[in-house]
């Protein structure tokens, strides 16, 4: 058993040496599967421990397959190997024809003869690595398991991560509110800041939380935030909450309901920033600006709860901002709870009965359950459902009472897949915000009935097919005047359909982000392009055809997309001279 001292992401240099160790036993000794535990309480770094070494150039570098699982306290056995299973067999399938017991074989099979890394994020007791265990070959190949856990009573090559000293807490509190704050961090409240630091009791989580809190107050402020950790005598964990708590009371109020949003999500899922923003907007939660645009200003939301020390930055996008985000353990488990305690939202993974004026809905399980509790849904105004896949009960249950649904604005079956065609009870939602929806298949034929989301700004389109797949929009698109966000995953837009009508369609003037349409470079692909002329991101696929001369000059002519930031091409095309055209406009920055 080794003994870690405590670690986050600004203390590289403190658990650097134990980052060595723990990739030396990954890489070296017995060449029969083995296992490595980091154990140690709620907050303490074992997670940012882990992730160090799991993306370690020379770890990523030894093992041919490497998977990452977050288990949490309840957890779902099928949920869970279908996430190692996808991550890795990317092109792996889900049937609702498969049994739980076939997964652990399925697995096994993925894994045959692959040096491989598995890493079990937040294991909460040995029974939940019982019942994964069986899915690893033993090899003889030098693979491994690697988990962290709260549970010392977890056996393997144990790595315990030990409290802050006193005096590393507060070195981490005064970087965590030097680097948060726009002035210079004042002296004076050194004295302050050494009896808080100390009152965070060792943990990394709770000091950089607080460091947070204290950056936008003055000293008073700092005395207020001493004097409330004071009169809270009582464990680590619960001092930990309590510093939650007071980090929520101190947020503005339109950052409150952002905050607990992320309560919606799966426990340590990377959520895209951009999905995030669209659904914030369609839930209403941004104050109206007319020199900023929605997009604009929850950007500002989310760069706000990062530096509060809320949110942690996943990946970063090439030119600049935030890709991904997600939020520690424990305040997820505090999203949850105030958001369930203040009627915001409800978490479910069965039936339930009530409240009866319930507002948002996260649901997780098999929906026959959801269908029972359809009573409770006449008011609901957002769901999102949590499942990996719908069997084509599921997608029954769920179409039955879409008719029960009729004021819900946020929709999102974005990471459930329901089949191979659109619903066309799903256009019976007129007031819907945000629709993201998920199929299989190679052709998708979507309703001229979707015209009648007349409210629609967002709508994500995902196409689970490992070969060519395309989406065929209506001529009716063009008359969803309120769209601003229109994007398919997975699949090639086609909007020939649309062409006939382009002279006497409408134009979506308020389109910012448009991807994967397919044009035909030519005039007819300037003609299109002028029904979105704000576009701000643009993903497409460019083919040739009898226009796409060398005289055309297509690309040039785009310049009329004045408010172009990023354009992204796909080119499929056998005359070189059309590459000479192919500049970018002034102004793309992508």
Request: glycine residues 6%; proline residues 3%.
């Amino acid at each position: 058993m080794w003994n870690v001292p405590g670690c986050d992401h600004d203390r590289d240099h403190d658990f650097k040496p134990w980052v060595e160790v723990i990739i030396n036993q990954l890489k070296g000794g017995s060449m029969q599967l083995d296992m490595l535990s980091i154990v140690g309480m709620p907050g303490i770094g074992k997670t940012t421990l882990a992730q160090k070494v799991y993306h370690d150039p020379s770890v990523t570098s030894h093992f041919h397959v490497r998977a990452w699982c977050c288990i949490s306290q309840t957890y779902n056995k099928r949920d869970l190997l279908s996430e190692i299973l996808a991550c890795i067999d990317q092109k792996a399938q889900f049937s609702e024809t498969k049994e739980d017991d076939d997964l652990p074989d399925i697995i096994r099979k993925n894994l045959k003869g692959k040096k491989y890394l598995i890493f079990l994020d937040d294991v909460w007791d040995i029974e939940a690595w019982h019942t994964l265990k069986i899915s690893f070959p033993d090899d003889a190949n030098g693979s491994r398991i690697l988990l962290t856990s709260r549970d010392h009573e977890i056996t393997g090559n144990r790595h315990v991560v030990q409290l802050l000293t006193d005096d590393e807490s507060w070195e981490l509190l005064q970087t965590n509110v030097a680097n948060a704050r726009v002035e210079v961090y004042p002296p004076e409240l050194n004295v302050l800041g050494r009896k808080i630091a100390r009152n965070c009791k060792g943990l990394p989580l709770s000091i950089v939380i607080i460091s947070g809190i204290l950056a936008t107050l003055d000293q008073a402020g700092w005395v207020e935030v001493l004097n409330s950790l004071s009169s809270n005598i009582v464990c680590d964990t619960d001092q930990c909450k309590s510093i939650l708590e007071l980090s929520y009371i101190h947020l503005p109020d339109h950052l409150k309901p952002c905050l607990l949003y992320f309560g919606a999500f799966r426990e340590d899922q990377a959520i895209p920033t951009q999905r995030l923003k669209w659904l914030w907007i369609a839930e209403g939660f941004v104050q109206k600006n007319e020199s900023k645009s929605p997009e604009e200003i929850v950007e500002g939301y989310i760069t706000s709860l990062i530096k509060r020390s809320l949110v942690t930055v996943g990946k970063q996008r090439s030119l600049g901002g935030v890709k991904t985000c997600h939020i520690h353990d424990l305040l997820h488990v505090f999203c949850k709870g105030k958001a369930k305690d203040i009627n915001f939202l409800q978490l479910s993974k069965e039936a339930f009965d009530g409240p009866h004026h319930l507002r948002r809905l996260s649901y997780g399980s098999d929906l026959k359950y959801i269908a029972k509790s359809r009573i409770f849904f006449t008011r609901i105004r957002s769901l999102l459902l949590r499942c990996n896949y719908f069997s084509s009960k599921d997608t029954d249950y769920m179409l039955s009472f879409v008719f029960v649904l009729k004021l819900l604005r946020v929709l999102d079956l974005g990471n459930t897949e329901i089949g191979y065609t659109f619903p066309s009870e799903l256009c019976l939602l007129v007031h819907l915000r945000y629709l993201a929806v998920k199929f299989q298949g190679r052709k998708l034929k979507i309703p001229s009935s979707l015209a009648n989301l007349s409210n629609l700004e967002t709508l994500l389109l995902t196409v689970h097919c490992f070969d060519r797949a395309h989406c065929l929009l209506p001529d009716a698109l063009w008359n969803m005047q309120k769209l601003r966000h229109l994007h398919v995953y997975g699949a090639f837009i086609d909007i020939r359909l649309a062409n006939d009508s382009l002279d006497s369609s409408s134009t979506l003037y308020d389109l910012a982000t448009f991807s994967t349409p397919k044009f035909y470079l030519g005039q007819s692909m300037v003609q299109m392009m002028r029904k979105f002329p704000n576009v701000r991101e643009l993903k497409c696929r460019l083919l040739e055809s009898e226009e796409s001369t060398g005289e055309s000059n297509a690309i040039a002519e785009m310049g009329f997309l004045t408010q172009l930031e990023s354009l992204k091409l796909t080119l499929e095309i056998h005359n070189l001279e059309v590459l000479k055209i192919l500049q970018p406009a002034d102004g793309v920055e992508e």
